[in-house]
Nanobody, 119 residues
Framework: QVQLVESGGGLVQAGDSLRLSCAAS????????MGWFRQAPGKEREFVAG????????NYADSVKGRFTISRDNAKKSVYLQMNNLKPEDTAVYSC????????????WGQGTQVTVSS
């Protein structure tokens, strides 16, 4: 069982940066792949970024490549999303999720943190 709690959201202006954090509980955090997702009002949830358990492999949605960076600290049981050059279209609720690497779908989800980017 993994519980996830996000933090770091807020209201910023276009071009600003934010760093989201996701703190996990449970003894097996380092064995899970982690991901960040977002959901804007009236839209479906979409994948933003993912990272392997070891942190050696990451992938990103095309819309955030070159602007967002996902990282993790297994000793701190945390995953991060550094977001630079934010745009109004990045406005959404951002959630982190944990996935057993053998599973196709994510198994555990956090409640989310709101990110609002004004123009």
């Amino acid at each position: 069982q993994v519980q996830l709690v996000e933090s770091g959201g807020g209201l910023v202006q276009a071009g600003d940066s934010l760093r989201l954090s996701c703190a996990a509980s449970g003894r097996t955090f380092s064995s899970y792949a982690m991901g960040w997702f977002r959901q804007a009002p009236g839209k479906e949830r979409e994948f933003v970024a993912g990272i392997f358990p070891s942190g050696t492999w990451t992938n990103y949605a095309d819309s955030v490549k070159g602007r967002f960076t996902i990282s993790r600290d297994n000793a701190k049981k945390s995953v991060y999303l550094q977001m630079n050059n934010l745009k109004p279209e990045d406005t959404a609720v951002y959630s982190c999720a944990a996935r057993n690497p053998t599973h196709a779908q994510y198994d555990y989800w956090g409640q989310g943190t709101q990110v609002t980017v004004s123009s």
